[in-house]
C-alpha cells in the first residue's frame, strides 16, 4: 500500500509564506503526476499546482505568480512554495498523486490546513 502525509501547514499572516511537503511512502515503482488540491469551508475542491514526472507544471488562476509546485523524485517528495498568501488562501490542502506499484492507482493524502489570517 501506499501513503501520502502532508505538512508544513499552520498559521500565517497575510503576506506571509509558507512552505507544504507531500512525502510518498510504500511499496512505489514511480511516480508519475502529482498536485496539491485545496478545500476551503462552504467551496468546492480545487486543483492548485499540478507536476508530472518531467517537471511540467500547471497552475490555478488564481495561484499563478504566488504559488510554485516542484517535486524531488529521488525522495518521492512534492513541494508547495506559497508566497504573498491571502486570506482567500485559507484551507485544508491535500496531496494527490499517481503512484505505479503493481498497479496504478491514485491516491491521496489526509490533508493539511493552512490559515491565512491576522
Known amino acids: 500500500q501506499v501513503q501520502l502525509v502532508e505538512s508544513g501547514g499552520g498559521l500565517v499572516q497575510p503576506g506571509g509564506s509558507l512552505r507544504l511537503s507531500c512525502a510518498a511512502s510504500?511499496?512505489?515503482?514511480?511516480?508519475?503526476?502529482m498536485g496539491w488540491y485545496r478545500q476551503a469551508p462552504g467551496k468546492e475542491r480545487e486543483l492548485v499546482a499540478g507536476i508530472n514526472s518531467g517537471g511540467s507544471t500547471d497552475y490555478a488562476d488564481s495561484v499563478k505568480g504566488r504559488f510554485t509546485i516542484s517535486r524531488d523524485n529521488a525522495k518521492n517528495t512534492m513541494y508547495l512554495q506559497m508566497n504573498s498568501l491571502k486570506p482567500e488562501d485559507t484551507a485544508v490542502y491535500y496531496c494527490?498523486?499517481?503512484?505505479?506499484?503493481?498497479?496504478?492507482?491514485?491516491?491521496w493524502g489526509q490533508g493539511t490546513q493552512v490559515t491565512v489570517s491576522s
Open positions: 494527490n498523486a499517481e503512484v505505479r506499484t503493481e498497479i496504478r492507482s491514485n491516491y
Open positions: 510504500g511499496n512505489i515503482f514511480s511516480i508519475n503526476a
